[in-house]
């Protein structure tokens, strides 16, 4: 018997139809299309699968979605904010945080729920609260860097992802006449 | 996942009704770390499901000096760990608590959940038992206390009785001073399940002959959970060599 | 208020819930996952969302889902079996019916309808009855010379 | 040593190209990849080590509501493929050969539904007396794996070089041993996984995880029995290979053959449980039995060395493996005879495989300890033994392996430096001590096709911008990073200015994918060309435009200039346009290929194997706990000879993570098998290394330039998984004088050998 439920993800409600046994990992998934959250163990060990519900970090294979109504989710997608990545994903990717980048979205995810309770945490703090995200490319010196990075404010000010222009300015091809410039 | 009604009683007693009505095919769920492992490997296929999540005050977690700590089951580990009550009084218990999975199982486990599976493996069951913890049961008939460690049976088996919910846990306040460990022994991965955990409480006298170590462990007064089983033990001639330095005086 | 909608397509049972203002053209094709019955104009002038419901021609972008309810929907990926091509699908690739391909589902249907009925059909009956199928590739010269192929490859078979 | 070579891009801390998708959850893989109308697939399982299937009922499940394919050996050519031999099927053939076999498979609407259709497949069974230990399956009587393969063995190597009866008697000690390695799982986060599509006009299109897209589509076009044109392969984002997703396994083919059953798309994931059962290709369990013959002074005269490897029931790239660790390690010392031995055996298990290190981490872990013992019995610091011993640029391997730059001696002088080696083993503690282990690994592998090679094509859009499109695809080490590095220092623009595609096959031109460390060295040469050849076409177009000598010109930081005359420029952008847009226009497209100078090994495996080696060398501080076993790694440090470092975020990356995984292979993972099933499939019970497990490292590299390697690079990728084990086994050894001789160290072997010590 399905029943309705009403999430808040990332902001936006979503009114939905489920059956119970629904988890919020695949209703995350593959009703709303938030596919950022990934299932790597489907057994709660791994932390791929971490979101934030109504402030707490938790695994969302091991959560039942139909016990989400009324509930505030945050996922990965939910970070970056009009293109402008969150600190935490920015310093991933100036710190060498990832390699295959599955783990990423729980990693970023589990680091954020730490520094919304915690923002100045030691890196002995970091380390026991992220120990439960397993990752297997990293050997996790780099994922500890990224935190660390955030928490001692060591991420550039002037951040711009492979420097991409926002505002380029197409070359018209009709007028184009190719002449050597000077500086 | 086999398909299943789910229930969010609003009450002990709603709860209770429900557990009543569907008595073989219900099962209650918590936290819903343990559970949903089982039952997404079809071990458990229960018709219907019934929530405790949303019982008001089911998660809360009271202390008076008198009556001690009052746990209600629905108290996920890390509201444990977190309470300032428990970390004042009962420091054996926040050590123990910080200490079990990691933070994200913590937010979600519940301690009620966590002693009805039974399951050996796991941190919180040691600790209370050598914090001399009574839990109360209840059901839309009776309601009924008794010593922690007289619930534990076996191997995830209790004494919980169909029809039957946990709905609290009490520590009376400890003797002061205090001593008390909490280890366990993780011979692989600091993620792993212990291999053989360790609660020990030495209290009042017990403390004054600390110093001659061996005599304190045979003590009386020391008492431990055990992987696979949960013993209250007299003597632990097998800690002798793994017994953790008891520095933590409160 | 969503409705669960049961009904046959090409031959096998399908149940999903829809909102009864869907169209029936974007159930198939998003519920069903059929994207073979193509979106042209979405006010039943061009034909590329035809399909067969209960054996009849319809226009899938001027039926509500709900509609279809209880009743047996034929579209393109119904027609070819076990890997075979139909004999229209076949005339259709071997008389250069097509170009983009975007009308193509539709046609074939239309035709379909058409030789169902009528195996020897005229030119003139042809171009009547595909005539609620728009082309801008083709002009409609080979289309007409595909069904024709069709029909004779019907009438030997 | 490292030329003074400047580069401007080479060697910077650059951005990931594929950061910003990886960061925010946007990069697609496989799961991720949804296409209309997909069914769901999941593949019914030999509950059996070894059992003939007598009959298969599948219809009931075929009348299922919601299934809507059901595929078994009948649907299928029934034509055995595999990498090395032809051995394994699609689906089970007569019989099943290992627990987790496929059997039969199934697609419906959705994973439940599948499941319960599994669930009503009747399949009647005939178990057979099975095998599991390879020694035992190679006695005279063992049950046969496959009936054509006497006493079960399926690759034999006996190979001598120089004299070594001689050798032994010249050698003034004899060290011997034996030792054991484990099988490891690759344990990527993310599952192998595909998608497959099927168009009635014949043509398969395939999403994969695969780490090897080209070799997969060959296998795949074998085992169904198309052209490989009729096969497309599209790599989505890999959550992590380690050479467990290099297609030795059947996911893809399933998936295929429901596809086209079904006339709809098929996703088909293995859960966590089927990926330890059947899905990736375990690392191959080995015996090795050491022998090594050293003069008094240290050096080694003779080594034998005699290995039998556990195949599992079907070959996968095992009988490359085996002679990998049979000879790979003879490239680290200057060795003059040895003799090695080895057998790949058949057993009733999983089939073995390709895994980091790909048998060099078995027999490093073997051989690195055999030297061990020697140095302490001879009373040498094994700091020197490695130092008399180790291979120099120059060196020729006894089996042909031609060494054209290795830093191995600087590698040791640096781990000495960082780990204070002389001042720890001068003040040692009670319970701690030292271990150290060299290793040598290869970039690219001659060994399937008489080919080593890459090849790639730029293109330079209307805005400049230059796109890269190669077929060996990004696995998460970083190595699209590292290609547009090299392609923006050749072409003397910015990285931000490079783009790379993803990996399809039928889009980039042929490449043989990650394994064998070979990306940097391999591809990144082909890059080079490509580029090199792009320059050339830019600088053609540039000379007209500055009126100069294409030969005078230089490029850098976007524009195309005269040596020495800066202010006068072209931008890549404009040579572009202007190559385009005019009478005879054409775009700017070059390619580049490139192959390495190494040799197919011949019928006795003499061949160079590899254009290039790259060296190592780990060591360890750790400290035993006397009255648990339990082992704590206090320090650990890396130096690593990869020549130019490219990319360095992703190079330390590759050293950080090899080392994660060394470190579960010597401390912490391991698969109990009863009667060849796995006891503990889940992470809850195979453990990997977390966060909290990770030693404090030290690590750096060498000043190195490989001449033959772009801009001086040469691989990395495997180097720091191999030599972990070795090492903690060498430093348990010095502490606590135990030493352990079977993966992974547990505390209750380590408390085991003390108390046997007493």
């Known amino acids: 018997m399905k029943r309705k439920i009403t999430l808040t993800v990332n902001g936006k409600e979503q009114e939905l139809e489920i059956e119970p046994n629904r988890l919020l990992l695949h209703v995350l998934r593959e009703e709303i299309g938030l596919t950022g959250t990934k299932e790597g163990c489907s057994i709660g060990v791994c932390g791929a699968c971490s979101v934030i519900v109504d402030g707490r970090l938790v695994s969302s294979c091991l959560t039942l979605a139909a016990g989400c109504e009324g509930r505030d989710i945050e996922t990965i997608e939910g970070l970056a904010k009009d293109g402008n990545l969150h600190p935490l994903q920015q310093a991933f990717i100036e710190y060498g945080g990832f390699q295959c980048g599955i783990c990423t979205p729980g990693q970023i995810m589990a680091a954020k729920a730490l520094l919304d309770e915690n923002p100045k945490p030691t890196a002995d703090e970091v380390k026991e609260w992220m120990s439960g995200n397993l990752c297997r490319c990293t050997g996790y010196y780099k994922i500890l860097e990224s935190v660390m990075a955030v928490v001692n404010n060591k991420i550039s000010p002037d951040f711009q992802f492979r420097k991409r222009e926002q505002q380029a300015k197409i070359q018209s091809l009709d007028v184009y006449k190719p002449v050597a410039k000077t500086d | 996942m086999v398909k299943f009604d789910y229930f969010e009683p609003k009450s002990v007693e709603q709860a209770c009704a429900f557990l009543e009505r569907h008595a073989d095919e219900a099962k209650l769920i918590a936290g819903g770390t343990a559970l949903l492992i089982w039952m997404r490997m079809m071990l458990l296929n229960p018709h219907v499901v019934v929530s405790l999540a949303r019982i008001p005050g089911f998660d809360s977690i009271s202390f008076d000096p008198k009556d001690g700590l009052r746990i209600k089951a629905g108290a996920r580990h890390r509201d444990i760990e977190l309470d300032p009550a428990v970390r004042e009084h009962y420091p054996l218990l926040y050590e123990t608590f910080r200490k079990v999975a990691q933070p994200r199982i913590r937010n979600m486990g519940t301690i009620g959940g966590n002693l009805c599976q039974g399951d050996p493996l796991t941190d919180p069951g040691a600790s209370l038992i050598a914090m001399d913890a009574e839990i109360t049961l209840t059901s839309s008939k009776a309601k009924r206390t008794l010593p922690l460690e007289k619930f534990f049976v076996d191997y995830y088996q209790t004494d919980l009785r169909p029809g039957e919910i946990l709905i609290e846990i009490r520590v009376p306040l400890p003797a002061r001073p205090l001593g008390w460990a909490h280890i366990k022994f993780l011979p692989r991965s600091q993620e792993d399940f212990a291999t053989v955990g360790v609660a020990l409480v030495l209290r009042g006298n017990a403390l004054g002959k600390r110093r001659r170590s061996c005599a304190a462990k045979r003590s009386p007064m020391i008492e431990s959970g055990r992987w696979r089983r949960w013993p209250r033990m007299k003597s632990i001639p097998w800690m002798t060599t793994a017994a953790p330095p008891i520095t933590n005086v409160t | ?157 | 040593m490292a030329k003074a070579e400047k580069f401007s891009v080479v060697g910077q801390r650059v951005q990931r190209v594929d950061g910003f998708d990886k960061v925010t959850g946007e990069s697609k893989y496989i799961a991720d990849i949804i296409l209309p109308g997909m069914l769901l697939g999941k593949i019914l399982r030999s509950p059996y080590p070894h059992a003939r299937i007598l009959r298969i009922d599948t219809s009931k499940a075929e009348h299922l509501r919601g299934v809507r394919a059901v595929v078994t050996a009948e649907d299928t050519l029934k034509r055995p493929w595999g990498a090395f031999f032809a051995d394994q099927y699609i689906l089970s053939v007569g019989k099943a050969r290992y627990v987790g076999e496929e059997v039969a498979a199934v697609a419906a609407v959705d994973l439940d539904v599948a499941e319960e259709a599994l669930a009503l497949i009747d399949v009647e069974w005939e178990p057979l007396p099975a095998v599991f230990d390879a020694e035992e399956a190679m006695k005279a009587g063992a049950p046969l794996v496959h009936d054509d393969k006497k006493r079960n063995i399926a690759v034999t190597l006996d190979i001598e070089r120089g004299n070594i009866q001689r050798a032994f008697a010249e050698s003034d000690i004899i060290v011997e041993d034996t030792f054991q390695s484990a099988p490891q799982w690759h344990c990527s986060i993310e599952t192998i996984g595909s998608v497959a599509e099927y168009a009635s006009s014949g043509k398969y299109t395939i999403y994969m995880n695969s780490q090897t897209l080209f070799n997969a589509r060959y296998r795949i076009a074998a085992a169904l029995g198309v052209p490989e044109t009729d096969i497309r392969i599209i790599q989505s984002a890999v959550g992590g290979g380690f050479g467990g997703k290099s297609c030795d396994d059947n996911n893809a083919l399933v998936a295929a053959i429901l596809a086209r059953k079904a006339g709809k798309p098929v996703k088909v994931i293995n859960s966590r449980e089927e990926e330890f059962l059947a899905g990736c290709r375990p690392r191959v369990f080995m015996k090795i039995d050491v022998k090594l013959g050293f003069k008094k002074d240290g050096r080694i005269r003779a080594k034998h060395i005699r290995i039998i490897a556990d195949n599992g029931a079907y070959s996968a790239k095992a009988p490359a493996i085996t002679g990998v660790a049979a000879m790979r390690h003879d490239t680290c010392y200057k060795y003059s005879d040895v003799k090695t031995q080895a057998y790949l055996v058949y057993t009733n298990k999983i089939p073995t495989g390709a895994f980091r290190g790909f048998g060099n981490p078995s027999a490093e872990w073997a051989v690195e300890q055999a030297i061990d013992i020697g140095a302490h019995e001879l009373g040498i610091d094994p700091m020197e033994i490695a130092r008399i011993n180790a291979a120099e640029s120059g060196y020729v391997s006894p089996h042909g392996n031609r060494v054209t730059s290795c830093e191995l001696k600087q590698c040791l002088d640096m781990t000495e430096k960082m780990m204070d080696w002389k001042k720890k083993r001068a003040d040692k503690k009670p319970n701690t001590g030292l271990g150290l282990a060299c290793t040598v690994h290869v970039s690219g592998k001659r060994h399937f096709g008489d080919y080593d090679g890459s090849s790639a094509t730029i293109k330079i859009n209307e805005d400049g911008k230059a796109l890269i499109l190669s077929g060996e695809g990004e696995i998460g080490q970083g190595v699209h990073t590292a290609m547009c590095q090299i392609a923006a220092e050749e072409l003397g623009v910015r990285v931000e200015d490079v783009e790379i595609s993803k990996a399809d096959t039928d889009l980039t031109t042929f490449c043989l994918g990650a394994f064998a460390s070979r990306l940097t060295y391999i591809s990144g040469n082909a890059v080079k060309n490509a580029a090199s050849n792009v320059k050339q076409q830019l600088f053609q177009q540039a000379s007209e435009m500055l009126e100069a000598n294409a030969d005078d010109l230089i490029s850098h930081g976007g524009r195309i200039f005269v040596k020495g005359a800066e202010g006068k420029f072209v931008t890549v952008a404009d040579a572009a346009r202007a190559r385009l847009f005019r009478h005879n226009g054409a775009p700017i497209v070059g390619s580049g290929s490139f192959d390495a100078d190494s040799v197919l090994p011949d019928k006795t495996r003499f061949g160079n194997e590899s254009g290039a080696y790259n060296y190592g060398v780990q060591a360890a501080q750790v400290e035993v706990d006397r009255e648990t076993g339990q082992v704590k790694v206090l320090q650990y440090v890396i130096a690593s000879d990869c020549g130019t470092v490219i990319y360095p975020i992703g190079a330390e990356g590759q050293v950080e993570g090899g080392f994660a995984q060394g470190i579960g292979y010597a401390l912490i993972e391991g698969l109990q098998f009863d009667e060849g099933r796995p006891v503990n499939p889940n992470f809850s019970d195979y453990r990997i290394p977390s966060m909290r497990d990770l030693p404090p490292l030290t690590h750096a590299f060498a000043d190195s330039y490989e001449p033959t390697g772009p801009f001086g690079a040469k691989g990395l990728g495997e180097l720091n998984m191999d030599p972990t084990a070795a090492v903690i086994s060498n430093a348990i050894f010095d502490a606590v004088g135990v030493r352990i001789k079977t993966l992974p160290i547990t505390p209750e072997k380590v408390l085991k050998a003390l108390t046997e010590k007493g």
């Open chain 3, 1 to 157: 208020m969503k409705r669960t909608i049961n009904l046959t397509i090409n031959e096998e049972a399908f149940e999903a819930e829809a909102e009864p203002r869907l169209l029936l053209s974007y159930f198939l094709r998003e519920r069903a996952g059929l994207t073979g019955t193509h979106i042209g104009c979405v006010i039943g002038e061009c034909g590329a969302c035809t399909v067969l419901l209960d054996g009849r021609l319809v226009k899938s972008c001027l039926l509500f889902a709900v509609q279809a309810d209880g009743r047996k929907v034929l579209t393109i990926e119904g027609l070819a079996k076990n890997g075979a091509l139909h004999p229209i699908q076949e005339a259709f690739v071997q008389q250069y019916g097509l170009q983009c391909g975007y009308c193509t589902p539709g046609m074939v249907l239309a035709s379909y309808s058409l030789l169902r009925d009528n195996l020897n059909p005229t030119e003139e009956e042809i171009r009547k009855a595909l005539g609620g199928n728009l082309c801008m590739c083709t002009g409609y010269v080979q289309i007409v010379e595909s069904v024709k192929a069709a029909a004779k490859k019907l009438q030997q078979s």
